[in-house]
């Protein structure tokens, strides 16, 4: 599987704050299956002004202590974008990095206000060519009265990422249910961690997409954590992979196998 979504980088912003945690967090997600990690700090202007370069740097630091330490993962640039007026600039300078260079990036909606014209924002960057994540949108305080914004972005483009712990029920009842009601209707294309420490925020993957295969089918759920993904770090056109699907084409998928085995038989 592949995670891109995980604040793994030791002391840059509020995930692991040292190389020891990262290191434990590093050996968690190979356990749990995982084999490739964007490390994706927060740039949150005047709270964490993190930059491209740097982190950068410190991915290729931080992979060379998991080869020292024997830990088979591997490790690639992204960083958490928080919303600002000159995204589409930052972007375009690298200072906001893309995931591993890609056109994709990871975009982060304010969690308790919901930012005016933020289909504008996403819009300007889809037209500048990058492709926009938006992440955890099942958690973000004020869902329930833009949930159509959301349907909106997913329609226009821009790819939809929940968080595993949302799905497994970590984050409480109402991420959960609108994990799931998104999952529903289709509008899901990623599942990653957003894994911070070793105590609630692990990088686990496994139990969520054990739960969106008995949701939505094996396909559909190795399509958010190796098809998808995969497309990302090869940096191909979201067009070129497969469509969000809801439970319909779980029941649609079963057919087909039945329909294979009879011609078989």
């Known amino acids: ?53 740097d982190i950068l740097r410190r991915v290729a630091a931080l992979q060379a202590d998991l080869e020292d ?11 958490d ?23 994709y990036f990871l975009f982060e909606p304010p969690h308790h206000v919901a930012p005016p014209r933020l289909e504008q924002s996403v819009m300007a960057t889809l037209d500048a060519g990058y492709m926009p994540i938006i992440t955890h949108p099942e958690r973000l305080s004020w869902i329930e009265s833009h949930y159509d914004t959301m349907k909106a972005l997913a329609r226009a483009g821009a790819w939809m990422q929940l968080t595993a712990g949302s799905i497994t029920g970590r984050f409480g ?30 990088p686990l993957l496994a139990d969520a997409v054990a739960m969106v295969a008995a949701r939505l089918g094996d396909a559909a759920a190795r399509d958010m954590v190796v098809t998808r993904p995969g497309m990302v770090l090869a940096n191909a056109a979201p067009a070129a992979g497969p469509r969000a699907v809801g439970p319909a084409a779980k029941a649609s998928t079963s057919l087909g196998v039945l329909r294979r085995l009879f011609r078989a038989a």
């Open 81 to 103: 974008a928080h919303l600002t007026p000159t995204m589409v600039g930052e972007l375009n300078s690298g200072h906001i990095p893309t995931l591993a260079g890609s056109r």
């Open 173 to 202: 009842k109402r991420p959960q249910y609108w994990s799931e009601r998104m999952l529903d209707e289709g509008l899901v294309h990623l599942v990653a961690t957003d894994a911070h420490n070793l105590r609630n925020r692990k």
């Open 69 to 79: 330490a024997g830990i088979a993962l591997k490790l690639v640039a992204g960083c």
């Open 1 to 53: 599987m592949i995670d891109l979504h995980c604040h793994l980088l030791p002391g840059i912003d509020d995930g692991a704050p040292d190389l020891e945690t990262s290191l434990e967090m590093a050996r968690i997600a190979v356990a749990d299956g995982i084999t490739t990690i964007a490390c994706t700090p927060h740039i949150y202007p005047g709270l964490y002004d993190n930059n491209g370069p």
